[in-house]
């Protein structure tokens, strides 16, 4: 599945969070947080430290070790560099600073420390999604979660 389908229903997703509260679901009604939003490189750090110390995260990625979060220069897009296990974050870019954009960087985080080869990894694949939908569980909840699993089955994100 190319990237672009897991960037879309993350994209949806994330507006969903963006304003937060009462969903109509399908029929049924649910409560999802409003994400938050980081002002400085500093609470990402903090938050990324915090959210990789979840018991829940910990036991299902033993072997992640830490991850840092630098500024990246480009404003297109935030990503991940597994050589260094850090996360770079275009802070300029508004929609950066946002908590979905910062779960989807340590998601890879998480992915690649499953150790799968370079060569034959998936960015956006099986274990990507599976990364990032145990943080979004831990982090903000089952309700969140649910959205998220049904954004990319709707997209079409298939492991």
Same mark, same amino acid.
């Given at each position: 599945?190319?990237? =672009?389908?897991v $960037?879309a229903?993350?994209?949806?997703?994330?507006?969903?969070?963006d304003?937060?509260?009462?969903v109509?679901?399908?029929? =049924?009604?649910?409560d999802?947080?409003?994400?938050?939003r980081?002002?400085?490189?500093?609470?990402?750090?903090?938050?990324v430290?915090?959210?990789?110390?979840?018991?829940?995260?910990?036991?299902? $990625? #033993?072997?992640a070790? #830490?991850v840092?979060?630098?500024?990246?220069?480009?404003?297109?897009?935030?990503? $991940?560099?597994?050589?260094?296990?850090?996360i770079?974050?275009?802070?300029? =870019?508004?929609w950066?600073?946002?908590?979905?954009?910062?779960?989807?960087e340590?998601?890879?985080?998480?992915?690649?420390?499953?150790g799968v080869?370079?060569g =034959?990894?998936?960015?956006?694949?099986?274990?990507?999604?599976?990364?990032?939908?145990?943080?979004?569980?831990?982090?903000?909840g089952?309700?969140?979660?649910?959205l998220?699993?049904?954004? $990319?089955?709707?997209?079409?994100?298939?492991?």
């Open positions: 599945m190319p990237p =672009s389908a $960037y229903a993350e994209d949806q997703w994330s507006a969903v969070l304003r937060g509260g009462i109509d679901f399908f029929g =049924s009604r649910i999802v947080p409003m994400q938050r980081f002002g400085d490189l500093a609470s990402v750090q903090t938050y430290e915090a959210v990789t110390s979840l018991e829940s995260v910990r036991a299902q $990625y #033993p072997q070790g #830490p840092a979060v630098r500024e990246r220069s480009g404003q297109l897009k935030a990503h $991940y560099e597994p050589a260094t296990a850090t770079a974050i275009p802070f300029r =870019s508004a950066a600073g946002r908590e979905a954009v910062v779960l989807h340590v998601a890879h985080h998480l992915a690649c420390s499953r080869p370079a =034959s990894r998936r960015w956006h694949g099986h274990e990507f999604q599976a990364a990032m939908c145990v943080l979004v569980s831990a982090v903000m089952e309700a969140a979660a649910l998220l699993r049904a954004g $990319y089955d709707q997209a079409g994100v298939r492991p």
